[in-house]
């Protein structure tokens, strides 16, 4: 996060703190990395709106998680799976008209309505409330109910082991995923974006990747992917790498250049562009120029280098050991990128 702020105070230079702090939320208390200015001629404490939306977010997310209850975008793909407006979905669960169009937004459910709309993401559920409902009648109720028990099917035969869940990790928003569901689709979408932008090898790819979900997460609290990186010799990397390039390969968003003369021994992949299309639908406007920061920040640079760039992160550093997976709070010391 650049620091550009004057003092309030005196006009003066300021400085950006970071320290770990307790703040209260439903009589709860949460520990977060709170965010603050210091006024450099008076030593005095201050925050903006900018960092009261980023404190008081870190403290929603961890009662999210404690709680089981929905993120937005979770709720808005549970909606859009049944194929129904955010009013009639909150009238199907009874929650008022506007309601679930809040909570799709942001406003934090109470633990009762949380319950229900995390009951409503399996269709077996779903499909009482909407026939306990009077919301849809006749054929439209019936197109409905069909659609559901569909849904049913699908998701009792599906394999057990999920691709998305293997590839980037767990499904339920967290710390090591930067509190977003996994997106196969926007992963696939950022190599792409990369690939055409930089022709990086598999250790750049890697890192701007890294740099792109952190730095991202050091802005919002959120991920773009929604993926697990952990640390390994060479700096982050995706949790699965390997098998998330294969995929992007088989799908058509990459094709890999094989050099075997690259450095002696070893066999290295360059990622450049394949035949599917950038989707920028997929990303928000701050995403896309986050991706762009990073190709700015990168591009033309030697793989060598942007690695041991990496490699003075804390997100690596305070893992390497273990190899861990990266907690995403680390993004708030990130250096290489504001």
């Known amino acids: 996060m650049r620091n550009n702020m004057e003092s309030p105070i005196t006009g003066g230079p300021t400085r950006l703190e970071t ?76 929650f008022g008209e506007n309601q679930y169009n809040r909570y799709e937004n942001g406003a934090m459910p109470s633990l009762s309505n949380a319950r229900l709309i995390q009951a409503a993401k ?7 409330f909407l026939k306990a409902s009077n919301v849809l009648e006749g054929k439209k109720l019936e ?66 990747m890294f740099y ?35 995929e992007a390969e088989e799908m058509g968003f990459i094709k890999i250049r094989f050099d075997e003369t690259r450095y002696e021994g070893s066999i290295c992949k360059q990622f450049l562009p394949g035949e599917k299309k950038f989707n920028s639908d997929l990303f928000s406007e701050v995403e896309l120029q986050t991706l762009q920061d990073v190709v700015d920040r990168f591009d033309g640079m030697k793989t060598s280098k942007i690695s041991d760039i990496s490699h003075e992160e804390d997100a690596w550093l305070e893992n390497i050991e273990e190899k861990e997976l990266i907690n995403y709070l680390h993004a ?5 990128l504001n």
């Open 143 to 208: 197109k409905k109910v069909k659609q559901i028990k569909k849904l049913i099917f699908e998701e009792t035969t599906s394999p057990k082991l999920n691709l998305i869940e293997y590839l980037l990790g767990d499904s339920r928003p967290n710390e090591y995923n930067g509190f977003r569901e996994p997106n196969l689709e926007k992963v696939m979408n950022m190599i792409l974006y990369f690939a055409k932008q930089m022709n990086p090898w598999e250790t750049g790819m890697n890192k701007v």
């Open 19 to 94: 320290e770990p702090r307790d703040l209260e939320f439903r009589n709860e208390t949460y520990t977060i990395k709170y965010h603050y200015y210091i006024c450099e001629d008076t030593d005095t404490e201050f925050t903006t709106e900018a960092l009261d939306e980023i404190n008081i977010t870190q403290v929603h997310n961890l009662y999210r998680k404690n709680h089981s209850i929905p993120f937005p975008e979770e709720m808005r793909s549970t909606r859009e799976k049944y194929g129904l407006s955010a009013r009639k979905m909150s009238l199907i669960l009874e």
């Open 122 to 128: 399996d269709p077996e559920d779903f499909l009482e």
């Open 212 to 246: 792109s979900d952190f730095s991202f997460f050091k802005r919002t609290c959120f991920s773009i992917s929604g993926t697990e990186y952990r640390a390994i010799q060479h700096g982050p990397v995706l949790k699965k790498y390997g098998a998330i390039f294969e």
């Open 332 to 336: 708030f010391d990130l250096k290489a």
